[in-house]
């Protein structure tokens, strides 16, 4: 069974400080794993994902497969990075069944 | 391009009556999935649908079902409500089957058994 954790509920940082939020999952063959971020108000967007390995909005992940992690890191916090996040792996072969953590509210205090 | 849209936003319900939810993909987007989210449970997957056909289901009981046009629009429906069937349901499309396609989602359906 695929399993996605996010073990912090709510995380609160200072604007300038580094942000990182924890992501571990379980999952028998190779994930797909992605970041998704919903501001107030809006909809549920994707952030990234492990595979462009790209930098949005200034974050980067990597996914480290010997700890099962996809830790989400961003090196100076912005007050309009304050969202909702959820971590998210895709096993389905051909399909797209996302599994999602319980999702990290990211509070950055001015 | 406009978005993924969902009718209704809002409704409340009768436990024990049925609900359908409509979602319309982006232009040119063939494949609709969708997903529950309550404060407990978080964001759950339901169901894919691919060309009318469903890809795949989530783990939720048979009440729940789904359908797929011709035109890619895509409906759910839960039957026999029951008050833990309050949440809010989220459609969201992407334009095909590869792995690589990015899925956009909808501001989802809320709705409340009473």
């Known amino acids: 069974a695929q399993r996605v954790t996010q073990p912090e509920k709510l995380l609160s940082v200072f604007k300038g400080a580094p942000v990182e939020l924890k992501c571990n999952y379980s999952?028998?063959?190779?994930?797909?794993l992605f970041w998704y971020v919903q501001y107030s108000r809006q909809r549920l967007q994707l952030l990234l994902r492990?595979?462009s390995r790209e930098s949005i909005k200034g974050f980067t992940a990597d996914l480290n497969k010997g700890e099962t992690s996809f830790h989400l890191k961003k090196p100076f916090a912005q007050e309009e990075d304050s969202a909702m996040y959820y971590c998210?792996?895709?096993?389905?072969?051909?399909?797209?069944?996302?599994?999602f953590g319980k999702g990290t509210k990211l509070s950055v205090i001015p | 391009k406009a978005g993924v849209t969902q009718t209704p936003r809002y409704l409340i319900k009768t436990r024990g009556q049925q609900v359908t939810l409509s979602c319309s993909p982006i232009?040119?987007?063939?494949?609709v999935s969708w997903y529950q989210q309550t404060p407990g449970q978080g964001l759950q997957f339901l169901f894919e649908y691919f060309s009318e056909t469903q890809r795949n289901k989530g783990n939720f009981p048979g009440r729940f079902s789904g359908r797929q046009f011709s035109n890619s629009r895509s409906e759910m429906n839960v039957s026999t409500l029951e008050l833990g069937d309050s949440a809010l349901y989220l459609c969201?499309?992407?334009?095909?089957?590869?792995?690589?396609?990015?899925?956009?989602f909808g501001e989802g359906s809320w709705l409340t058994v009473v």
């Open positions: 492990h595979i």
């Open positions: 999952y028998s063959g190779s994930p797909e």
């Open positions: 232009s040119g987007h063939r494949s």
């Open positions: 998210a792996l895709n096993g389905g072969a051909g399909s797209y069944q996302l599994t």
């Open positions: 969201a499309s992407r334009p095909g089957q590869s792995s690589g396609n990015t899925i956009y």
